[in-house]
């Protein structure tokens, strides 16, 4: 009850006052604090956590109003906010939240956090996702024909009886990625004319305009099986990585071939389109001879390849990447690379002729300190020169600038020092002479 009180004040008031809408501005993102720990437990929220200094926080913020109203717009029960981590302390050690920005989803106390790209569709595509049922039903085959073209990648459970156990474990692997894919069940009926499965169970994937079933040995389906199955085959066969993705690909355990292209290669008039169709070729209709090994995609620009592999990776490229084991290797020949010369370099991989690079060693972990050191100063001298010219080199030549102070004052004293006893010996030395000379006198007037 007192969740609702709280959610109801909010939502009344708080749209106006969010990320930097102004007076008479509708802005559907509510600002909460410490109270959301309250709240996440009823309905589903999408919350970023914040901090009013974080730059890469003020450039989600026209990115998040957004989002805020494409939920608004479509009427949807999911609920956008923000959470200020800096004055919300006990918010921020609940969720666990370690940086800025970090978007989480809410839907009834079960909290699933985003890691993709920063982008209204990637972030829109998360929390709907999250929010809807793990499972869902296409109830005819049309339903089920505008999930496969709104969708890149679509998993089916066709027959399935929801008692059953096969239906359970397909259910709990889609709870499992249900960030990561689309599950849906249907009836057999219900399947594209071309898709010819028998009358048992059958899990089957659609995705680069095809469709694969799984198969399996003795033809009963355990939930490794399907688990395996979605694991394999959850990507395209080529799409785009990015940095912000990769680490999804790492968990297939298979290499990672990368095409390094400039960004507008796929336009027929670029000159690198054929290098690339070439490679999305054998990712294709190589898939029985490399699928179970491989996985293809394509990065545009070199700057993420090149830190990864802290190295200078030239436009156009073919880098593959062990995700286990973090050595790589490069295609020396690239343009022209035919589909033999990219086959044949492949199969040198596999069977261990390939030169490889980089790998997991000490001298390679100590390197990454320094080298990630040195491109994190050298990325914000561009962005910041003057802040980082005051943060650094003037605290630098001040720090010279004393060192030389305390050396030469030193030096000085020591000669300071070297004169006064020069001058010393001098004065003394007459009164010696005289000392000497009234010695000698006595010792004569004595001998007398």
């Known amino acids: 009850m007192l969740s609702l009180l709280l959610l109801s004040g909010i939502c ?14 509708f802005n559907p993102v509510l600002r909460l604090g410490d109270e959301f720990i309250e709240l996440s437990k009823e309905g589903s929220w999408l919350v970023s956590f914040y901090a009013p200094w974080c730059g890469h926080c003020k450039q989600l913020k026209p990115t998040w109003t957004t989002v805020g109203k494409t939920f608004a717009m479509s009427n949807s029960h999911v609920k956008v ?34 890691s993709g790209p ?22 005819r085959s049309s339903e089920l024909q505008k999930a496969i073209k709104e969708n890149d990648v679509l998993f089916v459970m066709t027959n399935a009886d929801e008692q059953s156990n ?4 397909y259910k709990d692997v889609a709870e499992e990625f249900v960030l990561l894919g689309v599950f849906y069940k249907v009836l057999k009926k219900d399947l594209p004319t071309d898709v010819k499965v ?5 899990c089957i994937v659609f995705k680069d305009g095809v469709h694969f079933i799984l198969q399996t040995a003795d033809s009963v389906i355990l939930k490794s099986d399907i688990r395996n199955f979605v694991v394999n085959e959850r990507f395209l066969a080529f799409p785009r990585i990015s940095r912000d993705t990769l680490y999804q690909y790492v968990s297939t355990g298979k290499f990672l071939v990368l095409a390094i292209v400039n960004k507008g290669t ?14 999305k070729s054998i990712a294709i209709n190589g898939r029985e001879e490399f699928h179970s090994n491989f996985q293809f995609g394509f990065m545009e620009g070199n ?40 086959k044949d370099f492949l199969h040198s991989i596999t069977n261990g002729t390939a030169k490889g690079y980089g790998g997991n060693s000490l001298f390679r972990m100590i390197y990454r300190v ?79």
């Open 12 to 25: 009344l008031f708080a749209p106006m006052l969010v990320l930097g809408g102004g007076e008479g501005t």
């Open 81 to 114: 906010a923000v959470i200020d981590g800096t004055k919300n302390s006990r918010a921020m050690d609940h969720f666990n939240v370690r940086g800025f920005p970090t978007i989480k989803f809410f839907r009834n106390g079960i909290e699933h956090t985003f």
């Open 118 to 139: 920063r982008t209204v569709d990637e972030i829109v595509t998360f929390a709907k996702r999250a929010d809807g049922p793990p499972v869902k039903t296409a109830a």
């Open 166 to 169: 096969i239906y359970k474990y």
């Open 198 to 202: 028998n009358d048992e169970v059958s």
């Open 266 to 279: 796929g336009n027929y008039r670029h000159p690198h389109t054929t290098f690339m169709e070439n490679i």
């Open 303 to 342: 700057h993420e390849i090149s830190d990864i592999t802290m190295s200078n990776i030239e436009i156009p490229g073919l880098v593959v990447l062990n995700t286990e084991t973090q050595v790589y290797y490069i295609l020396d020949e690239v343009m022209p690379s035919s589909k033999e010369s990219i």
């Open 370 to 448: 320094f080298y990630e050191l040195v491109t994190t100063v050298v990325a914000i001298w561009k962005a910041q020169p003057v802040i980082i010219s005051l943060v650094i080199i003037l605290p630098g030549f001040l720090i010279t600038f004393i060192c030389y102070t305390i050396c030469t004052s030193e030096t000085i004293d020591e000669d300071m020092q070297d004169s006064d006893f020069d001058e010393e010996d001098e004065r003394d030395e007459p009164e010696n002479k005289e000392i000497k000379k009234e010695d000698i006198t006595a010792n004569h007037i004595k001998s007398e």
